[in-house]
T-cell receptor, first 114, second 110 residues
Framework: DADVTQTPRNRITKTGKRIMLECSQTKGHDRMYWYRQDPGLGLRLIYYSFDVKDINKGEISDGYSVSRQAQAKFSLSLESAIPNQTALYFC?????????????FGPGTRLLVL | DAKTTQPNSMESNEEEPVHLPCNHSTISGTDYIHWYRQLPSQGPEYVIHGLTSNVNNRMASLAIAEDRKSSTLILHRATLRDAAVYYCILRDSGTYKYIFGTGTRLKVLA
C-alpha cells in the first residue's frame, strides 16, 4: 500500500462550489504539506503543517483552507472554486525536525474547475 | 528565500552519463541542496541531497561547488526510465520548506 494517498485522484467541479481534497499517510510523519502544480511549472506551496496544532500559510494560500484532523490526515478545501484553481494538487509528508526533511509525495489530485 | 536556476530541458543518449546543472547563488550557509525528480503522471520523488561535500547513492551523484553557488546532479548511465523533470531545491534551514523551481526536463534517447 502507498505511504501517502490522496482522494479523489480526479475531480471536475463548477465555479463557486466547495470541494475538499483529502490526504492520508502511514509514514508516521508529523509534517505535511499541500502543493499545486500548473502545467509546465514547478510546485508551489499552499499550506504546511508541522503537527496537528500548527498550520502555516505557504506561497499561495489565498482561496484555500486546510484542516489537520489527525497526525495522519491533512485536508485541503477550496471554499468557492474558481477556474484558475484548475491544477494538479500534491500532498507530501516529511521526516521530523531531527531528520533531513526528505519529502514523500502522494500521487496527486487532478482538479478541473469549469 | 533562496532560488535555483536550471535549464528548461536537456537530452541524453541512453547509457551515457548526464550532468544536470543548477545555480543557487543566494544559498545560505545552512541550506541543504536537494534533488527530486518527477516521472510522468507521478508525484516528485527524492533523488539525493547534500550540504557541502559531494554525495553518492544508488541513484545518482551530487557534485557541489566549493562556494556552494552551484551543483550538478550526475546520472552515471541514463536509461529510458530516467526521463523525468529534475528539480534542484533548496531546503530552507529555518522552516524546512522546499522552494521548487521549474526544473529540467530530461529526455533520454534510445
Amino acid at each position: 500500500d502507498a505511504d501517502v494517498t490522496q482522494t479523489p485522484r480526479n475531480r471536475i467541479t463548477k465555479t463557486g462550489k466547495r470541494i475538499m481534497l483529502e490526504c492520508s499517510q502511514t509514514k508516521g510523519h508529523d509534517r505535511m504539506y499541500w502543493y499545486r502544480q500548473d502545467p509546465g511549472l514547478g510546485l508551489r506551496l499552499i499550506y504546511y503543517s508541522f503537527d496537528v496544532k500548527d498550520i502555516n500559510k505557504g506561497e499561495i494560500s489565498d482561496g484555500y483552507s486546510v484542516s489537520r484532523q489527525a497526525q495522519a490526515k491533512f485536508s485541503l478545501s477550496l471554499e468557492s472554486a474558481i477556474p484558475n484553481q484548475t491544477a494538479l494538487y500534491f500532498c507530501a509528508t516529511s521526516e521530523p525536525l531531527a531528520g533531513l526533511g526528505t519529502q514523500y509525495f502522494g500521487p496527486g489530485t487532478r482538479l478541473l474547475v469549469l | 528565500d533562496a532560488k535555483t536556476t536550471q535549464p528548461n530541458s536537456m537530452e541524453s543518449n541512453e547509457e551515457e552519463p548526464v550532468h544536470l546543472p543548477c545555480n543557487h547563488s543566494t544559498i545560505s550557509g545552512t541550506d541543504y541542496i536537494h534533488w527530486y525528480r518527477q516521472l510522468p503522471s507521478q508525484g516528485p520523488e527524492y533523488v539525493i541531497h547534500g550540504l557541502t561535500s559531494n554525495v553518492n547513492n544508488r541513484m545518482a551523484s551530487l557534485a557541489i561547488a566549493e562556494d556552494r553557488k552551484s551543483s550538478t546532479l550526475i546520472l552515471h548511465r541514463a536509461t529510458l526510465r530516467d526521463a523525468a523533470v529534475y528539480y534542484c531545491i533548496l531546503r530552507d534551514s529555518g522552516t524546512y520548506k522546499y522552494i521548487f523551481g521549474t526544473g529540467t526536463r530530461l529526455k533520454v534517447l534510445a
